[in-house]
């Protein structure tokens, strides 16, 4: 898995990325009522807006870490939104990516970096 | 700034969060739990942040009775009276609540940004009104303790609060405990210096009385459509605009002529049909064309639908749809009657 400096986490398996947001995002946020997941079919860039959560107190905007094409929406979110909070790094993931460049993921945070930002 | 309760938030794990100018809890286990927490049972709330200013004098009740959209004049004594300051172009200085102990001596509670700017709005319009003109800010804290459990639970403290009625208030030592709140599910709020503040606090705490940050005080007040200064009511948002319109009892008051002269908006409660949350400064349109836009907005945790108050030019009736524009998409609304919660919601 890897991080960006947004919060968002990264897993990719061959070139579909799955993208979500750290536990560290979930409690600063709070509570998430209500996600606005992306369209499948979209491209989007890295650093692009992708999703937005909706807090009780806030919209935060979700940046897509990697460029490519949204394939998949994690759609238990349209019901169960909690499960950014619950499971934010697992089960709560948002969406899907096909890419076609891996430099892009060579270039984000690990988790010893990520971490080393709370230090 | 501090409340003298800030180290109990800190150790409470509260996040903490700038609110003018003020270190202040949003939130402690979560905006929801807490939120159904004051519904359903008992929170206490430091809001501190706010202040009060005691007004004195052969003159205090024509005084007060002349800044205030409602009528303050002839109230009973021991009653408390929700009103809004008009200020001299079409806005307003701050929305108060007026505390009578008898016909020479009031008080005031004020919004936490707006403590300097009642002061001095009070100063200059005392004229030649015989009256003094005393704030308590450095000396005390407030405690808001609400929720149907509020007053039995408050009563295991101090018993004479059992009976305590709605917009009443009592004198009991160096504390006031006055049957207000803002968040529609009854209570009390206690003003007394800092250290009877942290004492009740502690106390309240073993009781097993939850704490309540802002972020659910946000949400509470809004279900009821009760006005937050900055947002329904601003420096440019006359009191007769507002949510607070049905405050206007005085046929005159301070700032009445400069409102007449106005261009109304008027604001709305809406709730809406799609999903979504609509935001402070969303424009709103109807058939096609902004009308207006969104003063605040949420989901609101009793009712699970989003809920949101806006300010709008041009004629809307209950009922009508209107269109919110979240980010790029637009989301029918429907205008409602405020509250959002009704009687039999909580």
Known sequence: MKYTESHEWVELQNDVATVGVT??????LGEIVYVELPIVGKHVKAGEEAAVLESTKAAADVYSPLSG?????NKLLNESSELINQSPESNGWLFKLQISDNKEYDNLMDSKAYLAKFK | MRTALYERH???GAKMVDFNGWEMPVQYKGIIAEHHAVRNAVGM???????????????????????S??????????????????????????????YKKDSHHFFVIVNAGNRHKDLEHLV????????TIEDKFKDEGILAIQGPLALETFAKIIPEVKNLKSMHFLVHGDMILSGTGYTGSGG???????????SLWDQLI?????PIGLGARDTLRLEMGYALYGHELSDTISPKESVSSWTIKNKNYFGKDTLENKNHRQAYGVILADKGIAREGYPVFKDGSQIGVVTSGTLSPTLNKAIAIVLVDGKVTLGDSVDIKIRQNFVKAHIVELPFLKKDDK
Do not use: C
């Open chain 2, 10 to 12: 800190k150790t409470l």
């Open chain 2, 206 to 210: 073993k009781l097993g009385v939850e």
């Open chain 2, 188 to 198: 009390l709020e206690v003003y007394a210096p800092h250290q009877i503040v942290v």
């Open chain 2, 69 to 98: 959209t409602n009528k303050i004049a002839g109230k009973p004594d021991f009653t408390a009276t929700y009103t809004v300051w008009s200020n001299s172009h079409g806005g307003t200085v701050d929305d108060v609540i007026v």
């Open chain 1, 69 to 73: 094409t949204i394939i998949e929406v």
């Open chain 1, 23 to 28: 536990n560290f995002a979930q409690k600063e």
């Open chain 2, 124 to 131: 200059s319009q005392r004229k030649n009104y015989r009256v």
């Open chain 2, 45 to 67: 709330f430091d809001v501190s942040h706010m202040g009060r200013i005691v007004i004195q004098g052969e003159d205090a009740e024509p005084f007060l009775d002349f800044l």
